[in-house]
């Protein structure tokens, strides 16, 4: 596969990615790292080989998702935990998708945990550590310079090209997608792509038939078997799909 590239200056570190300049001013080297956080950096573990399942769950989606007309950043996977992507801006705005009634939708509304969206339900957040991620809608967005609001028409029809091709890739590999999140960032000419990662971090998975967690709430809620999870996860994403 690649590619005479390596590691420059160090852009960015985020709780479980490092992004690295290379020579080429137009990529990044996007490092996998096996830390996990959860409640705003509250929880803190490494969970073992999270990074190289992280990065290839991500590796062997964004291809599928730009053949779906939805641009990205990414360009091949580089190593284990490295992959090559587009540099990007990305945009503070954390784009989240629901379809079943999880998480802090169903703590802020009191929605039992399980129950069906009868549409999908886009939020949006404030990326910022600092602040725990706050909810916001696409005004604050826009008043606040983060997004214009072609920006965010865009992203928005984006995220639902996102779902519409995650939600029967998973059931056809025994997973229900229940809610995921996603980031969006700015190539220099201004095109809006998806960045940052899809993976059992930024997801919610539920197996179809016994709606046993398969993601990151097992370390958040103390579940055991993390690490399988993650394991199983990557299978069947790879795995091609069942009848
Ligand atoms: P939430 O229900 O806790 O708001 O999470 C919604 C989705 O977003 C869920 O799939 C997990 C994902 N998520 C992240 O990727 N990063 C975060 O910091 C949080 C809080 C959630």
Same mark, same amino acid.
């Given at each position: 596969?690649?590619?005479?590239?390596?590691?420059?200056?160090?852009?960015?570190?985020?709780?479980?990615?490092?992004?690295?300049?290379?020579?080429?001013?137009?990529?990044?080297?996007?490092?996998?790292?096996?830390?996990?956080?959860?409640?705003?950096?509250?929880?803190?573990?490494?969970?073992?080989?999270?990074?190289?399942?992280?990065?290839?769950?991500? /590796?062997? *989606?964004? %291809?599928?998702?730009?053949?779906? @007309? =939805?641009?990205?950043?990414?360009?091949?996977?580089?190593?284990? $935990?490295?992959?090559?992507?587009?540099?990007?801006?990305?945009?503070?705005?954390?784009?989240?998708?629901?379809?079943?009634?999880?998480?802090?939708?169903?703590?802020?509304?009191?929605?039992?945990?399980?129950?069906?969206?009868?549409?999908?339900?886009?939020?949006?957040?404030?990326?910022?550590?600092?602040?725990?991620?706050?909810?916001?809608?696409?005004?604050?967005?826009?008043?606040?310079?983060?997004?214009?609001?072609?920006?965010?028409?865009?992203?928005?029809?984006?995220?639902?090209?996102?779902? /519409?091709? *995650?939600? %029967?890739?998973?059931?056809?590999? @025994? =997973?229900?997608?229940?809610?995921?999140?996603?980031?969006?960032? $700015?190539?220099?000419?201004?095109?809006?792509?998806?960045?940052?990662?899809?993976?059992?971090?930024?997801?919610?998975?539920?197996?179809?038939?016994?709606?046993?967690?398969?993601?990151?709430?097992?370390?958040?809620?103390?579940?055991?078997?993390?690490?399988?999870?993650?394991?199983?996860?990557?299978?069947?994403?790879?795995?091609?799909?069942?009848?």
């Amino acid at each position: 596969m690649s590619t005479n590239i390596s590691r420059g200056e160090l852009k960015y570190e985020g709780k479980a990615k490092r992004v690295y300049a290379t020579s080429t001013p137009t990529e990044y080297i996007v490092e996998y790292k096996d830390d996990a956080t959860a409640f705003n950096g509250v929880k803190k573990a490494q969970i073992g080989g999270k990074g190289a399942i992280n990065n290839a769950i991500t /590796a062997h *989606l964004f %291809p599928q998702l730009e053949q779906a @007309g =939805v641009p990205t950043h990414f360009i091949e996977r580089l190593s284990d $935990t490295e992959q090559r992507v587009r540099a990007v801006t990305i945009i503070p705005v954390e784009v989240i998708v629901r379809n079943v009634a999880a998480g802090s939708f169903s703590k802020r509304l009191g929605i039992e945990e399980g129950t069906p969206l009868s549409r999908p339900v886009v939020e949006y957040c404030y990326k910022s550590d600092a602040l725990g991620d706050p909810l916001i809608n696409t005004d604050t967005a826009v008043a606040l310079g983060w997004a214009t609001p072609e920006q965010l028409s865009r992203i928005r029809e984006l995220a639902l090209n996102v779902q /519409a091709f *995650l939600v %029967p890739y998973f059931l056809e590999r @025994g =997973v229900r997608l229940i809610d995921f999140k996603l980031e969006f960032g $700015t190539l220099q000419d201004g095109t809006v792509v998806l960045a940052d990662e899809i993976s059992p971090d930024t997801c919610r998975f539920w197996d179809a038939e016994t709606n046993e967690k398969m993601d990151k709430d097992r370390f958040r809620r103390d579940l055991g078997g993390v690490e399988d999870a993650y394991a199983e996860m990557l299978r069947r994403v790879t795995a091609p799909a069942q009848g």
